[in-house]
T-cell receptor, first 115, second 114 residues
Framework: EAGVVQSPRYKIIEKKQPVAFWCNPI?????LYWYRQNLGQGPELLIR????????DSQLPKDRFSAERLKGVDSTLKIQPAELGDSAVYLC?????????????FGSGTRLTVV | AQSVTQLDSQVPVFEEAPVELRCNYS??????LFWYVQYPNQGLQLLLKYLSGSTLVESINGFEAEFNKSQTSFHLRKPSVHISDTAEYFCAVSEGPNNNDMRFGAGTRLTVKP
């Protein structure tokens, strides 16, 4: 079974430029998460999807960040415009259901560097 | 809301020595607890989890963790570490079966030296 696939693995952009990250969850996993992991810290939730519905986006900086999960499968996270402080690893994860006991399967992440 | 504190940011140990990585949580309700491991340039991998039942849970590679409700702890242990255990370890908590949000600690970097 393929795991959670993220692309690109690395991205370097200049500040004020737009950037997008893509995630393909495990087949059949209805719940999808985007996390941001700053250097030396644990992951912090940005947004959670149940199928195509964003059910928790309270931590998403909506002035510059947007996300979508069309058809309840793949998801895209976008930043426009990027700022220096956005440099981090962006992790996508998925789980089979809404219950808290499943645990998550993470992708390898996208390391964003804003210069 | 739940939160997680990992008491040690870095733990250096020699190969074949025992290790304990400490984790404390706070929550007003019953919790599920997890340990994840992150190798360099990789995503997080689930190491083990506590949902209910026996308070001692084990992973396939020799790690174990014990849920202690009175001390609100979920410390991770291994009696003899290998060089290949060098990684970042994250403790995480979610608030039971009806809450899917998972909160992570800041991580503990385990470095195993020869």
């Amino acid at each position: 079974e393929a795991g959670v696939v993220q692309s690109p693995r690395y991205k370097i952009i200049e500040k004020k430029q737009p950037v997008a990250f893509w995630c393909n969850p495990i087949s059949g996993h209805n719940t999808l998460y985007w996390y941001r992991q700053n250097l030396g810290q644990g992951p912090e939730l940005l947004i959670r999807y149940e199928n195509e519905e964003a059910v928790d986006d309270s931590q998403l900086p909506k002035d510059r960040f947007s996300a979508e999960r069309l058809k309840g499968v793949d998801s895209t996270l976008k930043i426009q415009p990027a700022e220096l402080g956005d440099s981090a690893v962006y992790l996508c994860a998925s789980s089979p259901g809404q219950g808290g006991g499943y645990g998550y399967t993470f992708g390898s992440g996208t390391r964003l560097t804003v210069v | 809301a739940q939160s997680v504190t990992q008491l040690d940011s870095q733990v250096p140990v020699f190969e074949e020595a025992p290790v304990e990585l400490r984790c404390n949580y706070s929550s007003s309700v019953s919790v599920y607890l997890f340990w994840y491991v992150q190798y360099p340039n990789q995503g997080l991998q689930l190491l083990l989890k506590y949902l209910s039942g026996s308070t001692l849970v084990e992973s396939i590679n020799g790690f174990e963790a014990e849920f202690n409700k009175s001390q609100t702890s979920f410390h991770l242990r291994k009696p003899s570490v290998h060089i290949s255990d060098t990684a970042e370890y994250f403790c995480a908590v979610s608030e039971g079966p009806n809450n899917n949000d998972m909160r992570f600690g800041a991580g503990t970097r385990l470095t195993v030296k020869p």
